[in-house]
Structures are given as structure tokens and as C-alpha cells.
């Protein structure tokens, strides 16, 4: 898989995914839940396991259960849904994974990988949550250059073990500029956030690199994704650390 393809898919998405918080609940709604829905799809194929229809349509309703359920929720407890469908969805992939006939053998590695993808599809309603949480996009916009930076870093034709130090590195300083140019937030969290952001996208880094090239685009539309989905959990939960 190329760097450059996987890097300018995440870019994207990540514009789409902060964007939210410019255009609105409803948009950001959608947005996450188009995405949860296009990962669902790909992850199986990128995986690479049996029963692909099946598994990415369970991670895919998973992912946009989550998300549609924090964009209704009345109360101040925005994910106080989302581990019922993840947990929902585990139970379906394990319900499959024991009635199919085909690929005995792996389903344990399926088993794991189905669920993986279940927990990020899931955790893509963070993005949401993190919205109605907060409003503004000062920490948004931190987490967003932050990895952005990151993902620009991947791109570069280089080994992974000089790639990780580096794309850790910038997204680490990436936070605390942003922090100074878009919002109040104190320099010492913003590198940490920075750091957390540019740690999540060297490790499905090195995962893309180790795994090879899927045998469809949408396997590599789905690993691009795989990092920043679950980004936006840990923003909301750093929002409510920082701004109980």
C-alpha cells in the first residue's frame, strides 16, 4: 500500500470529520456515520477474512449506531450508548463467526480482526460527542493539525523506524502551535494531545506497512480511516478531563 495514497484518503477524511464543528451537528452526524459505514465496508477486505459482507455490514451499523445515538441523546452523558453497540456488535460477529461454514481454521485471527473493527467503527461517534460537548474547535483543530502533520510525516518514502520517531515528533510540536494560533488551551496539554494524535497514526503506520496491500481499494480506504475514527473518543474524553 502507498504511503502517499493512504496519507491523502486520511487527510481528507480528517477535514471532513473537523469540518463538523464549523457546519453543525447534523453534518457532523453524517459525516461520521458515512464514514463508520465506508470502514465497515472496507475492513473485512483490507483483513482479507471470509464472510466479508456480513462482518463489514455488522461493523458498519455498529459504527453508525454509535454515532446517530450521540447526535440524539438528550442528556450530557453523550456516550452512554455506544458500548451497547459496540457490545451489540461483538456479539454479532460472534454469532457468525460460530453458524459459518467457511474459514474454520482462521476464525479466531477473524474473530479478533471483526471485532477491532467493530470497537473503531464504534468509537468514530467520539467526533460527535466531542461537538455537543464543547461547541468550539479550539481542541478539534489541535487534534486535526496535530494528526494531519502526522499523516503528512507517513507519506515520506522512508523506513518506519526512522517514520514513527518523526511523525511523533512533529505532531507533538503541531499541537502547542495550534494551541497559540486557534485557542487558550495551556502548551503542555496540547503537546500531549499532539503526542497521543501522531502515536496513533505511527502504529496503524507500521500495521499498513506489515499487512501488505489489500487486494481492493476499499481495504486501503479502510485502513486509512482505521486511525483517525477512534480519534475523536480520546479528544471528547481530553475535553473532559481538561473542561469538566
Known amino acids: 500500500m502507498k504511503s502517499s495514497t493512504a496519507g491523502l484518503i486520511g487527510i481528507t477524511a480528517l477535514a471532513l470529520l473537523v469540518s463538523g ?21 472496507g475492513w ?18 455498529a459504527g453508525a449506531g454509535a454515532s446517530l445515538s450521540v ?15 459496540i457490545a451489540l456488535g461483538f456479539g454479532a460477529i460472534m454469532v457468525v463467526q460460530i453458524i459459518r ?24 461517534c467520539g467526533w460527535v460527542a466531542s461537538l455537543r460537548y464543547l461547541g468550539e474547535p479550539g481542541l478539534t483543530l489541535i487534534v486535526g493539525i496535530s494528526a494531519a502533520v502526522a499523516l503528512l510525516a507517513s507519506m515520506l518514502p522512508w523506513p518506519d523506524r526512522a517514520l514513527s520517531p518523526l511523525a511523533i515528533g512533529l505532531a507533538g510540536l503541531a499541537g502547542p502551535l495550534a ?10 496539554p496540547a503537546m500531549v494531545l499532539g503526542i497521543l494524535a501522531g502515536a496513533v497514526i505511527a502504529a496503524f503506520h507500521r500495521l499498513r506497512t506489515l499487512s501488505g496491500a489489500p487486494e481492493r481499494f476499499i481495504g486501503v480506504v479502510a485502513a486509512s480511516l482505521a486511525p483517525l475514527l477512534p480519534l475523536g473518543s480520546l479528544l471528547y474524553l481530553v475535553e473532559k478531563i481538561l473542561l469538566p
Open 101 to 124: 461454514g467457511t474459514g474454520q481454521k482462521h476464525r479466531l485471527e477473524s474473530t479478533l480482526g471483526s471485532g477491532a473493527g467493530v470497537l473503531i467503527a464504534g468509537l468514530a
Open 71 to 85: 447526535g440524539l441523546t438528550a442528556g450530557t452523558e453523550y456516550l452512554m450508548w455506544t458500548p451497547i453497540y
Open 21 to 41: 464543528h464549523y457546519l453543525g451537528l447534523g453534518y457532523s452526524v453524517g459525516v461520521s456515520i458515512a464514514l463508520s459505514v465506508i470502514f465497515g465496508y
Open 179 to 188: 494551541a497559540l494560533l486557534f485557542s487558550d488551551v495551556r502548551v503542555l
Open 44 to 61: 473485512p477486505h483490507y483483513l482479507g477474512i471470509p464472510a466479508k459482507k456480513t462482518l463489514g455490514t455488522i461493523i458498519a451499523l
